[in-house]
């Protein structure tokens, strides 16, 4: 019985998260580095978007949208 009051305390204290629908839980840290990588070789090319391919454009224009300051309207 003391063992679980403390293992209880312990996760109350440390703010733990057990919710499986939670970002940290779900989020694919390789899929994002794999996207950070495309990412970065598209910025490079955005100085002239005409040597952008269609999907690298969407990838761009995307990223842009998450970066810019205005609301989302959905």
């Avoid at 996760?11 to 629908?21: A, E, K, W, Y």
């Avoid at 939670?22 to 002239?48: A, F, G, R």
Wanted: net charge positive; hydrophobic share 35%; with cysteine.
């Amino acid at each position: 019985m003391r063992i679980l009051v403390y293992f209880g305390l312990a996760i109350v204290i440390s703010n733990c998260s057990l919710n499986h629908d939670s970002k940290y839980w779900t989020e694919d840290s390789i899929k994002k580095k794999v996207d950070n990588q495309k990412l970065i070789k598209i910025i490079e090319k955005s100085n002239d978007i005409r040597l952008m391919s269609v999907d690298e454009y969407k990838i761009y224009v995307d990223d842009y949208i998450k970066k810019s300051k205005f609301p989302d309207i959905n």
